[in-house]
């Protein structure tokens, strides 16, 4: 089950970022969206207050809930989750390990696998670069939106190290 006070935490944190959304970039309203129980806080605080977004002249791009790319990785790899697609075709994700606390959020490219699916849950991706390539910008949201808020959607500064780096930690 989701940890209620984890939630007011995220809330708390993500307030400015998502009032400075609201006020300054296109967004939809929120609409009901079941989380699964492993969802980072600070994603259910997002959507319960956003649908979707547009930012920097559409250089970002909130993902409605329902359009969220899941990719899961091998044993011992984190597990990816698009949230936020970007203009030069990668996306602001979140790499989870379930049996850890800490998300973490990293930039890339995912890539659509054929499986013959038609049902978006259904399809598979496959991550385009290899891990070693892929930024990992720390572990909050909130923090992220406000840095991309500040120097127009620019987070390279928060760069902390790289996915095969945390791949590394998973047990």
Known sequence: MLNVGSVRAA???????????LRDHETSPPTPVEMFEAAAANIVALYRRIGSATLFDNAWRVLPADQHRRLWR?????????????ADGRSVAVASDFGMDTPHWVVCRLETVPNGST?????????????AEVP???????????????????????????LDQLDSLTP
């Open 74 to 86: 091998g044993p011992g790899e984190r597990s990816i989750v698009a949230i936020i697609d970007l």
């Open 119 to 131: 049902d978006p849950i259904d399809r598979e991706f496959r991550l385009v670069e290899d891990p």
């Open 11 to 21: 809330r708390r944190l993500a307030v400015p970022a998502q009032d400075r959304i």
């Open 136 to 162: 990992v910008y720390g572990t909050s949201l909130a923090l992220l939106l406000d840095a991309a808020l500040d120097s127009g959607g620019d987070i390279t500064h928060l760069e902390t190290g790289r």
